[in-house]
């Protein structure tokens, strides 16, 4: 399924806290986003900073009212987009068969501080094959308009404005996507109520790892994803690497399971990456090249 959002029906979803790192602002001063349309209470923002902090308070306040005014810009012209792909699923080991196509995965390997903690692989959160149960798992990609990243070519400033928050854009959209897909597309959340903040703090049931995430972390899996959502469809290409075109674009997995958390794969052994090459079809140089923090 193709979704196309107005650029004003997900900025509401942007994390300002990454768009305002992208600027080398810490997140304290990510905060005034969230006042609106009440000047004195900037203004007591502003002063709740120490002297020495004032001044880049300040840089943080006209930053974002200059980002609002150019997404209201962007908002008359151009326009995210997402596709979604909802399949019937099963684990096999550390692969998930997505309508019948294997997708193989890693799984934590390094030493744990805590003895009995798992070692997790986004497998576990699926039924597995020997159960005789189907289950279900979301492919997604979110995008924007390739032009946007192609504004201001001849100003720096503006040029890096629109580029930041085109990244941030592409996220959000795949915030307002999984929010749409848990509430209507798949349904398994149906009644969910839940604010923004509680959206970026993941109080959602599911999880949404992207391709890199610390879970996910091979970009050679675009490949796949591509093959199960055809990305081209809404403006996205693959490099020969694996890089998705345009810059700001995100694609990854939807689990449902409410027992499904974020982790992170860490160090895996020669062992694991012999495996995984065999499970992916690739040559274990070539998958050193895709795994090369990992190893």
Not at 14 to 33: D, E, L, S, T, V
Not at 283 to 290: A, C, D, L, N, R
Request: with cysteine; net charge negative; hydrophobic share 40%.
């Amino acid at each position: 399924m193709i979704v196309d959002y107005k650029i004003h029906e997900v900025s509401e979803y942007i994390n300002w806290i990454y768009f305002f790192h992208a600027w080398g602002f810490q997140p304290k001063f990510a905060a005034i986003a969230d006042i609106h349309g009440c000047d004195s209470c900037r203004a007591m923002w502003l002063t709740s900073f120490t002297e020495e902090d004032r001044p880049k308070a300040s840089e943080a306040m006209q930053l974002f009212k200059e980002a609002n005014r150019m997404l209201n810009q962007l908002d008359a012209v151009y326009q995210t987009h997402g596709v979604v792909n909802i399949m019937d699923a099963n684990a096999d080991g550390d692969d998930l068969l997505l309508n019948g196509k294997r997708f193989p995965l890693l799984r934590q390997q390094a030493a744990k501080l805590k003895k009995d903690d798992p070692f997790l692989c986004l497998s576990d959160f699926v039924r597995p094959l020997s159960s005789g149960i189907t289950d279900k798992i979301g492919a997604f990609a979110t995008t924007v308009d390739a032009e946007m990243e192609q504004l201001y070519a001849e100003d720096d400033y503006k040029r890096m404005l629109v580029q930041t928050l085109s990244d941030r854009l592409a996220e959000a959209t795949a915030e307002k996507l999984h929010e749409d897909v848990r509430k209507k597309l798949w349904g398994y959340a149906p009644d969910e109520n839940l604010s923004v903040k509680d959206l970026h703090n993941e109080k959602y049931q599911g999880i949404r790892p992207a391709v890199g995430y610390p879970s996910l972390p091979d970009q050679s899996i675009n490949f796949l994803l591509d093959e199960l959502l055809d990305m081209k469809q809404i403006g996205i290409s693959l490099t020969e690497n694996g890089m998705m075109k345009p810059h700001a674009s995100v694609c990854g997995l939807m689990f449902a399971h409410p027992a499904s958390r974020y982790f992170s794969i860490g160090k895996i052994g020669e062992d694991q990456l012999a495996d995984y090459a065999a499970r992916r079809g690739m040559s274990i140089e070539e998958t050193k090249k895709f795994l090369a923090a990992n190893l």
